[in-house]
Structure formats: structure tokens, C-alpha cells
């Protein structure tokens, strides 16, 4: 991973699907901060909620009133100590949290120059309120999608609302994983080599598409899909990079071996390999 953007809109498995790469990728980091803005990771961290050894992923640091003032070098002592962390937010909101997410990532460049060898990867989630295109948002937080690649820093912003991202973020980014969107504000920020419209769940159809993106020859927007009772299965997703990949994968083709907390904290039932 270097510089990703995930994004979809609410109730399209957002939070599942970051998971899934956050399972396929914190085995091989020697530090991570994922920034939990609505506590949907905690089955990443054995002994807060229930998970098998083999889901051992990271430790848990809490993120509330008395860690705003925390400094990056503190957080970098933190993360040192800890490893790989998932930090949820607990009673702050609005510049007290974009003030503890810029410190982390502050944190994470300031790792780097302790072990530059080291593999860093620092997951932000719900970024458009962290990063937002409307109003400041700290320094260090732009700093992370700007420079931090050549600090050996990995990142993944996650977003549901594209309109409202900072662009100095998205325009960063090397390797997008879009699924549905069906505001046109959203879809309007969509800047991919293929056609936007295959996002645009509203639609029964689609332009002509790339076979890589084609459903046995058919060009269809990207769909989710539901069980009998409604609950969410699977969905489908177009990932992208500057190396030219482009393929369409479904989450309903997985195998999550965590547990996954959604919005309404239960756990979902599709794997993703």
C-alpha cells in the first residue's frame, strides 16, 4: 500500500470492505494507527471484543478529551510502545478530533526517522471530516498524503462523502477502492480512467466499460446485494492504481476472519478473500 482512497456511500459496506484491507495488510506493518471515528474496528484488538488469537491485530488506545493536548512525539512513544493501534474517538468531535488525528500522523513521520526501515501504515477514517475541502484542517494531516510516502508512510483515507474531501487529499492518492455513489456531488469528484458512471447506482445501466469491469459482457453498474432478510451479502467495488490495474470485486467474495462492527454493531456475514 502507499497513498489509498476508499470511498463509498453510507450503507454500501464501507467500513466491512476497509476492514478487509486492513486485515490483509496490518500483519506486514511494523507500526499502525487506524483513526476509528465511530468505533467500527475494535474486533482488529483481541480482549475488546471477540476474536481469535489469529485476529490479534493491534493494541487499543482510546482517543478522548484528555488526548487532544497529546503531542505527536508523545503519540510517537505511543505507537513505539504499542505497535499497531486502533485509536477510537470517545466524547470529541469537530477541531479537537482533526487535532488528534494530525498529531497521530505527525507521529507516524516521526516513526521514520527512528526506523527507517520500518513499514508504517496510518488508516484515517471518515477523512472528509478530518480533511474537509470546506474550512482548515491541520498541517501535519495534509502533510501525511503529501509527503508521507517518502517517509516510508503508508496511508488509506476513508471517505463516504467524496464532495466533501479536501482535493489536496484525493489528488494524492495512487490506488482507489470506489464503490456506489449516488449523489451527484459525489460522483462529480470520481477522477478515474474509465467511466465514472459504472459509481452511479441510480442507473440500471452503464457506458461501455473496460472487460475488466464488464459482467459477463454486459456493462452494469455497480450493485449490492442482500439476503432475504435484507441484510447486506456483498457489494461491489472498482479498484485502481497509477500501474494501470483496474479490476471490479465483490466483498461478498471474502473471508473475514475478525469481527466486524457496523452501524448497528452487529456483525455481517460475507468474506472476502
Known amino acids: 500500500m502507499s497513498r489509498v482512497g476508499l470511498a463509498a456511500k453510507s450503507g454500501w459496506g464501507k467500513s466491512y470492505n476497509t476492514q478487509l484491507w486492513l486485515e490483509k495488510n496490518l500483519p506486514d506493518q511494523d507500526f499502525a ?4 471515528y465511530k468505533d467500527e474496528y475494535r474486533g482488529l484488538v483481541r480482549g475488546v471484543a471477540p476474536s ?3 485476529t490479534d491485530l493491534c493494541q487499543w488506545y482510546i482517543a478522548g478529551p484528555n488526548e487532544v493536548d497529546l503531542s505527536s512525539a508523545q503519540w510517537a512513544a505511543i505507537l513505539e510502545e504499542g505497535g499497531r493501534l486502533v485509536i477510537p474517538r470517545y466524547r470529541i468531535d469537530g477541531d479537537d478530533w482533526r487535532q488528534v488525528v494530525s498529531n497521530v500522523s ?7 526517522e527512528d526506523h527507517p526501515q520500518a513499514k508504517i501504515l496510518l488508516a ?6 478530518a480533511a474537509p475541502q470546506r ?24 471517505t463516504q462523502r467524496l464532495a ?5 487529499i484525493a489528488a494524492q492518492w495512487d490506488e482507489q477502492i470506489l464503490g456506489g455513489f449516488s449523489s451527484d456531488a459525489d460522483l462529480g469528484k470520481i477522477s478515474v480512467d474509465y467511466p465514472a458512471d459504472v459509481h452511479d447506482v441510480r442507473s440500471r445501466r452503464a457506458p461501455p466499460l473496460p472487460t475488466e469491469l464488464q459482467v459477463d459482457g454486459e456493462n452494469l453498474p455497480l450493485r449490492k446485494f442482500e439476503d432475504d432478510d435484507g441484510n447486506t451479502v456483498g457489494s461491489e467495488w472498482v479498484r485502481s492504481n497509477d500501474s494501470g490495474l483496474l479490476e471490479r470485486v465483490n466483498t461478498g467474495d471474502a473471508t473475514m476472519h475478525s469481527r466486524h462492527y457496523g452501524n448497528e454493531g452487529q456483525q455481517l456475514t460475507s468474506p472476502y478473500e
Open 33 to 36: 494507527a487506524i483513526l476509528d
Open 52 to 54: 481469535t488469537p489469529e
Open 106 to 112: 505527525a507521529a507516524c513521520r516521526r516513526l521514520y
Open 124 to 129: 484515517i477514517d471518515e477523512a472528509h471530516i
Open 135 to 158: 474550512g482548515k484542517f491541520p498541517e501535519d494531516t495534509k502533510k501525511a498524503a503529501t509527503t508521507g510516502r517518502g517517509e516510508g508512510l503508508s496511508s488509506l483515507w476513508v
Open 164 to 168: 466533501e474531501l479536501a482535493e489536496t
